[in-house]
């Protein structure tokens, strides 16, 4: 079957940086994707990666191996709007998006 | 402003009784979805629509039926609910299937059935 497996909830601290890790076992890879939702509110696009290694995008960067099933989001300087669930999603052969449960961030002063 | 409507915001309905959830979009995207987001699991597809006059089953299609009439609007229809069908929906798009266009969502129908 087709999974994705990240952390459940993470904990960091205002200022600091925290990375988010997924990986993933789906049939075919065509991209991989990750999305914020705040609470109560619908997910909004952050990071695209189809090519392995490092995208960066201001605060925030995702990595990617392909060979390992693996990716990683890295927020740097976080603020307290971060607190949010960032969600990992892949494309697979089909073009269907496999999505991740969600890590939940919560980020203490 | 550009994007995606979804109504009704919330709902309350009685198991049995047929509802429909309604989507709009203006940013003439030929691909439109409909998940549904249930606490510690992830975005699960029910039905989504490549172009308009076409659909396709998800994930979890069972007890859900969509339609596609043109490129703007993706209702989803529970034909007579049930308790389990209590989760928030969200409707999507996208330019198109494939390609690196990430989704946009609605804002989300939370539905209650008792």
């Known amino acids: 079957g087709q999974n994705i497996d990240q952390p459940t909830e993470m904990t960091a601290t205002e200022g600091a940086i925290v990375q988010i890790n997924c990986t993933y076992q789906?049939?075919?890879?065509?991209?991989l994707f990750w999305y914020q939702q705040h609470a109560g509110e619908a997910p909004t696009f952050l990071s695209y990666?189809?090519l392995d290694g490092l995208e960066e995008k201001g605060r925030f960067s995702s990595f990617l191996s392909r060979s390992k099933g693996y990716s990683y989001l890295l927020l740097k300087e976080l603020q307290m709007k971060d607190s949010a669930s960032y969600l990992c999603?892949?494309?697979?052969?089909?073009?269907?998006?496999?999505w991740g449960a969600g890590t939940k961030l919560i980020i203490k002063p | 402003i550009a994007g995606i409507t979804q109504a009704p915001t919330s709902q309350i309905l009685a198991a049995g009784r047929r509802m429909t959830l309604r989507c709009t979009q203006d940013?003439?995207?030929?691909?439109m979805y409909w998940y549904r987001q249930d606490l510690g699991l992830g975005l699960r597809l029910i039905h989504y629509?490549?172009?308009?006059?076409?659909?396709g089953k998800g994930e979890v299609p069972d007890g859900y039926s969509v339609s596609r009439a043109n490129t703007d609007d993706f209702p989803l229809t529970l034909a007579s609910a049930v308790p389990s069908q209590t989760s928030v929906y969200f409707c999507?798009?996208?330019?198109?299937?494939?390609?690196?266009?990430?989704?946009?969502f609605g804002e989300g129908s939370r539905l209650t059935v008792l």
């Open positions: 629509s490549n172009t308009a006059g076409t659909t």
């Open positions: 999603a892949v494309r697979d052969s089909n073009y269907q998006l496999i």
């Open positions: 940013m003439r995207h030929n691909a």
């Open positions: 990666n189809v």
């Open positions: 999507a798009s996208s330019e198109d299937i494939g390609g690196v266009g990430e989704l946009f």
């Open positions: 789906t049939s075919g890879f065509n991209g």
